[in-house]
């Protein structure tokens, strides 16, 4: 009996599967619980799981004779796309940090600030004018962002 169990998780679908399972079981407990923050986690936790049995899913189409190739090819181009979102990563970055502290100069950190600083360079670079109508509020600073925005756009 205990070989089977073995052979039976040793199978990495089988293990989602199970792990689905319990977190729907979880969650439908913590739904009927009166307490409104269980109510609240109890949502959470059937988004995830609802994201597992996606992803469970897209495995059984994989054996669709007119879908499986097509899945293979979605995720070779998701892989070559990790290395072009690091790119991207690392340009925001490079020029949203400048950017941001020449417009705010300093400030104490809280967990807001790295989401701004992102915000902000991800939607400058794309071109978002009401960003940069508030950029353009920050008069003192414009000369070292117009700076900035032609050193990293070369």
């Keep these: 009996m205990h070989g089977k169990f073995v052979t039976y998780f040793s199978i990495i679908w089988n293990k989602l599967d199970v792990f689905g399972i319990l977190l729907f079981f979880i969650a439908i407990i913590l739904r009927y619980l009166p307490v409104n923050q269980c109510f609240c986690a109890a949502r959470i936790i059937l988004a995830v799981d609802l994201s ?9 189409f994989a054996a669709v ?11 070779e181009m998701v892989h070559d796309m ?32 790295p989401r701004a600083i992102l915000n902000l360079a991800y939607w400058q670079i794309f071109g978002e004018l009401e960003v940069l109508d508030e950029i353009e509020s920050k008069q003192r600073f414009i000369l070292f962002i117009y700076l900035n925005k032609m050193i990293y756009s070369m």
């Design 65 to 75: 004779k007119r879908l499986g190739p097509k899945l293979v090819m979605i995720g």
């Design 82 to 113: 990790t290395f072009f979102m690091l790119i991207l990563t690392v340009f925001i970055l490079a020029f949203g940090v400048p950017t941001y502290s020449l417009l705010f100069g300093v400030q104490k950190f809280n967990w807001h600030l």
């Design 52 to 60: 597992l049995w996606y992803i469970r899913i897209l495995d059984i």
